[in-house]
């Protein structure tokens, strides 16, 4: 039975309390900064200094209007949810591929592999000889596998699915073997069920890598038809390129409502993926112990 807390340990629970919420203040307020911002009358909003509490002036949604007329922002989702579906799902089948032979008791200089992907994690060519590589050597400039096949599979990811799958009693394999399964029925029909949650983990931090991704577009995508929605987001944030988006607007509005449609592309970038995260984030905990822990 635990007993009450002395008055020492009660001012360190009030204390990690009052932290907890400070930093749950300091990680929602610019999300929902954006979210009143946007929502503002612009003209109040450029008159607006420091924090904001709620939407300044009347609410409108013109600021999303505009973001949603604006035929890049649709053509960049497009794209986007293409590099997150068709990378996410590429990304794992070859990490699940690699994970599993390197998990396996009998594979030739597994070791020495092993020492050969990890040292990739801390050296590289850098970023000219990388650009050389895509854009020469793999003929891939202006070309949407740009995005996808260089990072087919992730050095950190492989090695959490692969202490994953080695955590995967042995009886179990052995089991399959003696019903005559092979290496990819066990993989499939034993691996696999039992590593779910550490799969959902390296799901989602491919998926949002995909998601966030920017910069490798901004080296190789010449043809704005593939731009996906970050590298436009950029542009309308870094660039101010509103100009599209606020032609119906008279010259004294422009500057103001441009700001408003900055933030309002903000949150439809954001919005998709915070509404997945929820759904996957019970698995996190759970994935990255059994990812990182051998029995």
Request: charged share 10%; hydrophobic share 55%.
């Amino acid at each position: 039975m635990i007993g009450k807390r002395t008055f020492s340990e009660q001012i360190v629970f009030a204390f990690i309390i009052l932290f907890m919420i400070a930093l749950m203040i300091v990680t929602v307020y610019p999300l929902l900064y954006a979210v009143f911002a946007s929502l503002s009358n612009p003209a109040d909003l450029m008159m607006t200094r420091g924090a904001i509490l709620k939407p300044v002036g009347d609410v409108t949604l013109a600021a999303y209007q505009a973001v949603m007329d604006n035929p890049m922002i649709l053509v960049g989702y497009r794209n986007t949810l293409f590099y997150v579906i068709v990378g996410t799902g590429l990304n794992l089948v070859m990490t699940v591929l690699g994970a599993y032979a390197l998990s396996r008791k009998n594979v030739m200089f597994k070791n020495w592999i092993m020492l050969g992907i990890v040292f990739t994690m801390f050296f590289g060519g850098g970023l000219i000889p990388r650009y050389l590589l895509v854009s020469q050597t793999l003929n891939l400039q202006d070309n949407p596998l740009a995005l996808i096949l260089p990072g087919a599979v992730g050095t950190m990811n492989l090695i959490i699915l692969r202490t994953a799958f080695e955590t995967v009693p042995v009886a179990l394999e052995e089991a399959a073997r003696m019903d005559g399964a092979n290496d990819l029925q066990i993989l499939w029909s034993v691996i696999i069920p039992t590593s779910l949650p550490a799969l959902a983990v390296i799901t989602l931090f491919y998926a949002v890598a995909h998601w966030n991704a920017w910069f490798d577009a901004m080296l190789f995508l010449r043809n704005r038809e593939w731009y996906p929605l970050q590298l436009i987001l950029r542009e309308i944030l870094i660039s101010g390129s509103t100009a599209t988006m606020t032609s119906g607007a008279s010259a004294s509005d422009v500057m103001p409502l441009g700001e408003t449609i900055k933030y309002a592309t903000i949150i439809v970038a954001t919005v998709p993926i915070l509404c997945i995260y929820p759904f996957v984030q019970r698995y996190f905990v759970k994935g990255v112990m059994i990812g990182a822990i051998k029995e």
